[in-house]
């Protein structure tokens, strides 16, 4: 057995016996460990506790923490970091005061990256996007999920699910793969979304199906793109197939998104900038988690989801990047986590919780990640010296992680 005993660390926060999904009081408590140590078997958590272990063997690997923070690696649940090129050019032309949906009508954004990705080769396309999960895992991602989306024809998701599938073989950390064909309408049937439809549920999901590319499905129900029943008609369709539904709901227009989540028990509804008291009510009576996305509402200049009327319906609450090209550009979950409590007015604990182990439930992953529970994966974050945790949030732009450990590894530098 490979056994590494961490010693010496100044607190180690996230310690929990047993996990489960956080609302309200819950998501405020981040048990954590002063003067602690961490034994760790195989990869794997086995065991912590305080002061000097002095009833463990000698013979363990030792790791002196020289007083270190330790939190659980982040658990980042929305994603689409399988992209052909960025889209810098529409972020001038939003500068210059174009709308995210002025920019869709006149071909750009959903339908340019889908334009891009056919164009570019499958390797191509697996070697930019292990770049970009290498990125993450260094900013201490140590779960995440990855969507299609850009291809909008049934080879073109195939082929980046084909990428995701590469991905999770070779990534050192978890990673869950989303069907996201009714991401956006193409315009080979912009006259004809009910072929489109048809297209996904009767070829692409049968394919997808049967060669075990997906873990879910998901629909962006929005004005322009796909309505509450068609984000239904599709999901049940995913759920006929084995794939659990994760839908985009309520990012631009109350669009019925969360409704339509609920009705088939979607694992969670993601963005949530726009929401009113029926949308939040409709959540608190459901399983669904609601999962935020602050880094989108940053660079679209949006309102942010509201958070605290979440928290407060005891419904549970997740952080997740969006990383994409088009609104977010960034898989940094440091940065979410202080957007989180800046824009959001969540708690460092909260938003810790939100984007750790509630984003670990996000995905179906809460009993392998998102804490330090005996028996989950020593995926974890070692902090520069700060003076506590609030400073993580605080210090927006400072980098304190000092290490990142990945199944009882460190990444190398």
Same mark, same amino acid.
């Given at each position: 057995?490979?056994?590494?005993?961490?010693?010496?660390?100044?607190?180690?926060?996230?310690?929990?016996?047993?996990?489960?999904?956080?609302?309200?009081?819950?998501?405020?408590?981040?048990?954590?460990?002063?003067?602690?140590?961490?034994?760790?078997?195989?990869?794997?958590?086995?065991?912590?506790?305080?002061?000097?272990?002095?009833?463990?063997?000698?013979?363990?690997?030792?790791?002196?923490?020289?007083?270190?923070?330790?939190?659980?690696?982040?658990?980042?649940?929305?994603?689409?970091?399988?992209?052909?090129?960025?889209?810098?050019?529409?972020?001038?032309?939003?500068?210059?005061?174009?709308?995210?949906?002025?920019?869709?009508?006149?071909?750009?954004?959903?339908?340019?990256?889908?334009?891009?990705?056919?164009?570019?080769?499958? /390797?191509? @396309?697996?070697?930019?996007? +292990? #770049?970009?999960? *290498?990125?993450?895992?260094?900013?201490? %991602?140590? =779960?995440?999920?990855?969507?299609?989306?850009?291809?909008?024809?049934?080879?073109?998701?195939?082929?980046?699910?084909?990428?995701?599938?590469?991905?999770?073989?070779?990534?050192?950390?978890?990673?869950?793969?989303?069907?996201?064909?009714?991401?956006?309408?193409?315009?080979?049937?912009?006259?004809?979304?009910?072929?489109?439809?048809?297209?996904?549920?009767?070829?692409?999901?049968?394919?997808?199906?049967?060669?075990?590319?997906?873990?879910?499905?998901?629909?962006?129900?929005?004005?322009?793109?796909?309505?509450?029943?068609?984000?239904?008609?599709?999901?049940?369709?995913?759920?006929?197939?084995?794939?659990?539904?994760?839908?985009?709901?309520?990012?631009?227009?109350?669009?019925?998104?969360?409704?339509?989540?609920?009705?088939?028990?979607?694992?969670?509804? /993601?963005? @949530?900038?726009?929401?009113? +008291? #029926?949308?939040? *009510?409709?959540?608190?009576?459901?399983? %669904?988690? =609601?999962?935020?996305?602050?880094?989108?509402?940053?660079?679209?200049?949006?309102?942010?989801?509201?958070?605290?009327?979440?928290?407060?319906?005891?419904?549970?609450?997740?952080?997740?990047?969006?990383?994409?090209?088009?609104?977010?550009?960034?898989?940094?979950?440091?940065?979410?986590?202080?957007?989180?409590?800046?824009?959001?007015?969540?708690?460092?604990?909260?938003?810790?919780?939100?984007?750790?182990?509630?984003?670990?439930?996000?995905?179906?992953?809460?009993?392998?990640?998102?804490?330090?529970?005996?028996?989950?994966?020593?995926?974890?974050?070692?902090?520069?010296?700060?003076?506590?945790?609030?400073?993580?949030?605080?210090?927006?732009?400072?980098?304190?992680?000092?290490?990142?450990?990945?199944?009882?590894?460190?990444?190398?530098?």
């Amino acid at each position: 057995m490979n056994s590494l005993l961490i010693h010496n660390i100044g607190l180690l926060a996230g310690v929990r016996e047993h996990s489960q999904v956080l609302k309200r009081v819950g998501l405020k408590e981040l048990p954590a460990l002063t003067d602690a140590w961490l034994l760790i078997n195989d990869g794997r958590i086995a065991a912590y506790g305080t002061a000097h272990p002095t009833h463990l063997h000698d013979t363990y690997r030792r790791l002196d923490a020289h007083g270190a923070v330790i939190l659980p690696a982040w658990c980042d649940s929305h994603t689409h970091l399988v992209f052909a090129g960025y889209r810098e050019g529409e972020f001038v032309d939003k500068l210059q005061g174009m709308t995210y949906a002025e920019i869709a009508a006149r071909g750009g954004g959903i339908l340019k990256s889908a334009r891009l990705l056919g164009e570019t080769p499958e /390797d191509v @396309l697996y070697e930019n996007a +292990k #770049e970009r999960l *290498d990125e993450c895992i260094r900013l201490g %991602t140590g =779960a995440i999920e990855i969507k299609s989306g850009y291809g909008l024809t049934v080879e073109g998701e195939l082929k980046m699910l084909r990428v995701i599938r590469r991905l999770k073989e070779n990534a050192p950390i978890p990673v869950k793969a989303t069907f996201l064909g009714a991401h956006a309408v193409p315009d080979a049937y912009k006259d004809n979304r009910n072929g489109y439809i048809d297209l996904i549920i009767d070829q692409a999901l049968p394919q997808i199906a049967g060669q075990k590319l997906a873990d879910f499905i998901d629909v962006f129900c929005e004005e322009g793109f796909f309505t509450p029943e068609e984000t239904i008609k599709i999901c049940r369709a995913g759920q006929a197939h084995g794939l659990t539904p994760k839908i985009h709901a309520n990012q631009l227009h109350r669009s019925g998104g969360v409704q339509a989540g609920i009705a088939v028990t979607a694992l969670s509804v /993601d963005h @949530l900038e726009t929401m009113g +008291k #029926e949308e939040v *009510d409709a959540l608190k009576s459901s399983d %669904t988690i =609601a999962t935020a996305l602050p880094g989108a509402a940053f660079f679209l200049r949006m309102g942010y989801p509201p958070a605290r009327d979440i928290i407060n319906a005891n419904i549970a609450l997740a952080l997740a990047s969006d990383y994409n090209p088009g609104s977010c550009p960034s898989g940094n979950m440091n940065l979410v986590v202080s957007l989180a409590c800046i824009q959001m007015k969540l708690l460092p604990q909260e938003a810790i919780n939100a984007a750790t182990l509630n984003g670990a439930y996000a995905m179906g992953l809460g009993h392998d990640v998102g804490s330090i529970t005996p028996g989950k994966r020593a995926n974890l974050i070692f902090m520069r010296p700060i003076p506590s945790l609030a400073f993580l949030p605080y210090a927006f732009g400072t980098n304190c992680i000092d290490r990142v450990m990945v199944n009882g590894e460190f990444l190398e530098s």
